[in-house]
């Protein structure tokens, strides 16, 4: 049967297409693919870039660490997946000159070190930055500048690491996977594998960690990690982009959901378009319905050659819409090539499939309703035209598309809270909205009915079907509400971000300031005109039980337990509570009834991690003396800021005795970074840690970020316009029919375009005071679960959105209407008849 | 009477109207010889274009029966029905009902292309070039006059060879002068044809040029019926 009627459903299809009957249709499918293709291919390669981006701060795009070497089979099987493979070791010894020593944290890296991301280095301390193109030659190394101070060396002298001399060539400025653990890190010194040997320094039972790092496409990498994963033993560790890095991990998350959501508003508009140009279809199409049906078609075949050319349009669309989303993506990339990574990755054929699903989601779901009425229209229409279809059931299939929608966003976000928010949101905004809606029109219909006539004619536009009229608010309700959430989370969302790295956010650590010296390094920090946070002391110390049992019970691999557990941690005791520290539960020292019992304070997550909660004992080893606690709060703790952080805050007194440097962060502007080298000189034990380099790298990602929120709002914009001239072609040939009624009983022209305007000006006014209400609603639940930030209400939106919503419509209103002013009404009556 | 090729025996509609049950077809009982052609005649509102719709299958009676071409249409359902709409049925109607999306030709091949005739675009041509409109093929509706859709109309009529041919007011839209042409013209295709033409009809002379006419009054037949 249907391949009887896909000749004839495709001859009709290319009628209707040469009548000019489905451009609208075409268009708002082809938008729906291509603003989702387009932003898909966008946001996958623009993931991809920040990807590559995060995967600089791992030096590669995978690593595999381990205390003993690494089985040579892992490295055997990178190179069979053919991935970028070099080997790294990283252990701490002492470095000396002749008159000097230091504790240093070496790096032996062998050839291709780093897979991702650069090295920098300089010939003389805060000198030019070169791009190191190979590693330091066999027999040299590039040590940070702080050692030189240290030591009282210059570039070309001669360093020792255990019984290796090696000359240091260079300084090292900038090394890509830096940002780790600021608080372990004493100077690093980079030096040739090859020289590791030599040095005598790794035997059996030093403290080492072999580290294979290994970068390729993302199947071989996939398909590596597949092989990998069940191979790995407790003591190896496999780090990836996603799961490395706090800083950049929740950048790059935030970063994905907003994109995500402003593809699910761009499809959800362009959803909107296809149903209301699909319903404008299927009320043109009564009259064909009802004459194929008279001709002896079957109710199923009358249906079934609808459907076919839907079919075939959707397709058309969707090939169109692909396309035209890859050639959209192309010209946006090359628009911010000067802002994106140079060489940013190519898309997988994820977007495709975005995009073919969009336009399949969209048809169906939002253009099957209506056309389902086209196979419930009586044939004795033919006869009585007043005879149109009963609405059906459509609820069945709005919910497939809705559950369909659902399912495009939770992959486009990859983040289920957030979608079932907006989509609840949705729902429920879109309930309060309609019936809102409803009252609204209802009330300024009465309000009206003593106004001018203009004001009578508008608003009767609306209030002849009040259903109607609520339906297209609803519409533009939902754009505006879309724009206004994206707009609001656009400022909200990056304010937060910036808030949390201000420009004078700390940029440099320092560490092991003696505490005698405490007095004299405040003092040399205000002289060079740094601001510090608090100094915290710090010891190190290990977590060895809770409850009396050995910790390693309680953790699972790969936890964030884990890693606590696996090091030494910097502990610290602090009488207060840290600004940006929140307790979760719990209560802090002073509102405690006193007690001799140490206690201890734990970051939300470890404690998560490991099971420990209020009234738990932990037992840690700090200098080989066991130090006993009791959780007496659960802390949430801000881990973007770069100020410093603990994991464990110990109450005062509970650490005394122990042996402790302090820790702080401070911020230097850029230009005073002279005063730098006085606070070495003055104080050389002290660490200290340039952090301004990650900073910039992380402000890269966010102004990344920025700009991709600003492109893909031009196409949640596009959407946004398809909608509402899709809404005004489905009302426009009553409309037309109506206007040359006006003006054949002798309505002038300036009265119809005053009372077009005044129609969709408070069109756009009602529409514009739902979406702010709704986008509050939307706002507060996102904030809430989904993205975890204080809410608060946008006040001056709420006179801005109406505002902005009477202009917009009524603008795009009065043009989408003009012919409803301009054409002959002698035409129109005759068409009408 | 044997060759009637449509029966209607005790035909009621009832229908509801806001304050009580409106009849509009009160117990009408007829039947047409095959090859014959009838008008149904009668004031506005008086159940004319009810009866047709009756007769022609594109609704059911409230009670009473209709056979046509031999079928009853009681025992068929609607997809039934629309087949037996196919075989045997064609329409002419007040309002022309051409499709705006499709030219004049293509107006023509739709029921031939919905039965699958290969011939469909062949046959349309000739049956336009029969009604005078061979030169017009590629016009749109909008493009042709009242007379000129109306004779599209009658060319798609007559493509699939019906049995019977319903018209409603077929030149109720149209002058006196393109109406006579028209009517002049629906007559020949029926003689030529063999078709039974039904016709609903206010005008009297249209009345007059069919062999018979029922004249329905408040929905009831005219007691003066052959």
């Known amino acids: 049967m249907i391949g009887r009627d896909l000749p004839l459903a495709s001859r009709l299809l290319l009628r209707e297409w040469r009548a000019g009957e489905l451009r609208v249709m075409l268009l708002a499918l082809l938008i729906a693919v291509l603003v989702s293709t387009a932003i898909s291919f966008f946001t996958d390669r623009l993931q991809r870039g920040m990807a590559t981006r995060a995967a600089e701060f791992l030096g590669a795009d995978m690593r595999i660490s381990s205390r003993e070497p690494l089985p040579q089979e892992f490295l055997q099987e990178a190179i069979n997946n053919s991935l970028q493979h070099t080997d790294m070791v990283d252990f701490s010894s002492v470095t000396s000159s002749d008159m000097e020593m230091q504790l240093s944290s070496i790096k032996a890296v062998g050839p291709d070190y780093p897979l991702r991301g650069e090295v920098r280095i300089a010939q003389q301390a805060f000198g030019a930055e070169q791009v190191a193109t190979d590693i330091p030659d066999a027999g040299s190394v590039w040590i940070e500048p702080r050692l030189l101070n240290v030591l009282g060396l210059e570039v070309g002298d001669t360093l020792e690491i255990g019984y290796a001399q090696l000359r240091i060539s260079a300084l090292l400025t900038h090394e890509p996977d830096r940002a780790g653990d600021f608080y372990s890190l004493t100077p690093r010194v980079l030096m040739n594998l090859a020289d590791l040997p030599a040095t005598r320094v790794v035997q ?7 580290r294979l790092l290994v970068s390729g496409s993302e199947a071989d990498l996939q398909r590596y990690r597949q092989w990998l994963e069940p191979r790995l033993e407790s003591h190896q560790r496999l780090t990836s982009v996603a799961d490395d890095n706090r800083q950049i991990g929740s950048a790059l998350q935030r970063a994905n959901q907003f994109l995500g959501l402003a593809s699910i508003a761009a499809v959800v508009l362009a959803g909107v378009a296809v149903a209301l140009s699909a319903s404008r279809f299927a009320s043109r199409h009564y009259d064909t319905s009802a004459l194929l049906r008279c001709l002896g078609a079957s109710r199923q075949r009358t249906l079934r050659l609808f459907l076919l050319q839907l079919l075939g349009l959707g397709i058309i ?128 219909g009465n309000r009206l009915r003593n106004a001018g006539l203009a004001w009578r004619l508008g608003s009767g536009q609306l209030l002849k079907q009040p259903a109607a009229a ?141 099971g420990v909660g209020l009234g738990d004992q932990l037992s840690f080893v700090i200098g080989g003396a066991t130090v006993e606690a009791e959780v007496s709060s659960i802390r949430e703790v801000n881990w973007d800021n770069f100020t410093p952080n603990f994991y464990m805050v110990f109450s005062p007194g509970a650490l005394e005795g122990q042996p402790s440097t302090l820790l702080t962060s401070f911020h230097l502007p850029a230009d005073q970074r002279d005063g730098l080298r006085e606070l070495t000189r003055a104080f050389p034990a002290m660490t200290l840690l340039e952090v301004e380099a990650i900073l910039q790298q992380l402000r890269d990602i966010l102004d990344q970020v920025t700009l991709a929120v600003e492109y893909v709002l031009i196409f949640v914009l596009l959407a946004g316009f398809t909608v509402l001239f899709a809404s005004l072609q489905a009302t426009l040939d009553t409309r037309l029919y109506e206007g040359a009624l006006l003006r054949t009983l002798g309505a002038r022209r300036q009265l119809l375009r005053q009372a077009n305007r005044l129609e969709f000006s408070l069109l756009g006014a009602l529409a514009g005071l739902l979406a702010i209400v ?14 975890d930030l204080a809410w608060q209400p946008h006040f001056s939106l709420w006179l801005l959105v109406p505002l902005a919503g009477a202009l917009l419509i ?13 054409q002959s009404p002698m035409k129109l009556i005759n068409r009408g008849a | 009477m044997s060759d009637s090729v449509i029966i209607a025996r005790h035909l009621s509609k009832v229908v509801d109207a806001p304050e009580a049950k409106l009849t509009i077809l009160d117990d009408v009982s007829l039947s047409i ?29 409230s009670s009473g029966e209709v056979i046509l071409a031999g079928q009853s249409l009681a025992t068929l359902d609607e997809d039934q029905r629309a087949a037996l709409r196919a075989e045997q049925v064609g329409f002419v109607f007040q309002s022309f009902q051409l499709l705006d999306s499709l030219n004049a030709l293509e107006n023509v091949m739709l029921p031939l292309e919905l039965e699958g005739r290969r011939d469909a675009a062949e046959r349309s041509r000739q049956l336009l070039e029969r009604v005078g409109l061979g030169h017009r093929l590629s016009h749109y509706p909008r493009q042709l006059s009242g007379g000129e859709q109306q004779r599209v109309a009658i060319a798609r009529a007559f493509a699939s060879e019906p049995a019977i041919l319903f018209a409603d007011e077929p030149t109720g839209n149209l ?42 009054e408040a929905g009831r037949l005219k007691e003066d019926q052959p």
């Open chain 1, 204 to 210: 059996p039972g030093s403290r080492v960690r072999y």
């Open chain 1, 317 to 444: 669309a969707t090939l169109l819409g692909l396309f035209a989303g890859w050639l959209m993506q192309w010209g946006l990339i090359h628009l911010l090539r000067d802002l994106l990574p140079p060489d940013l990755p190519a898309a997988g054929p994820k977007p495709l499939l975005v995009g073919s699903a969009t336009g399949l989601v969209g048809l169906l779901g939002f253009g099957l309703p209506p056309l389902l009425r086209l196979g419930r229209v009586s044939p004795l229409r033919v006869l009585r035209r007043e005879l149109t279809p009963l609405p059906g059931s459509a609820w069945l299939i709005y919910g497939l598309a809705l559950s369909g929608l659902s399912l495009l966003m939770w992959q486009f976000t990859g983040n289920l809270p957030m979608t079932l928010a907006v989509i609840f949101g949705g729902a429920l905004a879109a309930l309060l909205l309609g019936s809102l809606a409803w009252l609204l029109l209802r009330a300024s």
């Open chain 1, 470 to 610: 609520a339906g297209q608010i609803l519409a533009f309700g939902l754009i505006l509400m879309s724009m206004v959430v994206i707009f609001i989370l656009r400022t909200e969302l990056l304010d937060a971000w910036q808030a949390q790295l201000p420009e004078d956010a700390p940029n440099h650590f320092a560490l092991n300031i003696l505490p005698a010296e405490e007095p004299a390094f405040r003092q040399a920090l205000d002289d060079i005109g740094a601001r510090s946070a608090p100094l915290y002391p710090v010891t190190p110390g290990r977590l060895t039980a809770i409850n009396g049992e050995p910790v390693r019970e309680h953790v699972t691999k790969d936890s964030p337990g884990e890693r606590a557990i696996n090091r030494d941690l910097s502990l610290t005791w602090a009488s207060e509570l840290a600004p940006d520290n929140l307790l979760r539960e719990g209560l802090w020292w002073e509102q405690l009834p006193p007690s001799d019992e140490h206690r201890v304070s734990v970051e939300a997550e470890l404690a998560d991690s490991l």
């Open chain 1, 774 to 787: 709704a986008a509050e609603l939307v706002t507060w639940l996102l904030y809430r679960f989904a993205l």
């Open chain 1, 810 to 822: 009524g603008f795009a209103g009065a043009l989408g209407t003009r012919a409803v002013v301009n």
């Open chain 2, 33 to 61: 010889a095959r090859g014959g052609s009838v008008a149904i005649v009668g004031a506005s509102g008086s159940g004319k274009s009810t009866l047709l719709s009756l007769l022609a299958g594109l609704d059911l009676p």
């Open chain 2, 175 to 216: 002058d006196a002068v393109t109406g006579a042409h028209i009517t002049d013209l629906l007559f020949e295709l029926n003689r030529e044809q063999g078709t039974t033409l039904v016709m609903v009809t206010h005008d009297a002379r249209l009345a007059e040029r069919c062999a018979a006419a029922l004249h329905l």
